[in-house]
């Protein structure tokens, strides 16, 4: 996803993480959604969440 793009925010509260079922944050940064809870960030590609933990990337003890 183009960071210029943004993602619906109303389709972003019906998101949550596919692990823990918590919420999620928006890094428009990073065109990630971010589960604190699960300690992965999901890519966004072309406007599309990829909400697989398989695609998911794992944060670092940091973020």
Do not use: N
């Not at 928006?26 to 969440?49: F, N, T």
């Amino acid at each position: 996803m183009s960071k210029d793009c943004e993602i619906d925010r109303k389709f972003l509260e019906m998101l949550v993480c596919p692990l823990t079922h918590g919420t999620l944050h928006y890094d428009r940064e990073k065109a990630e959604l971010v589960s604190k809870s699960a300690g992965l960030a999901y890519p966004i590609r072309d406007g599309i969440p990829i909400m697989l933990p398989s695609e998911a990337r794992q944060l670092a003890e940091d973020e």
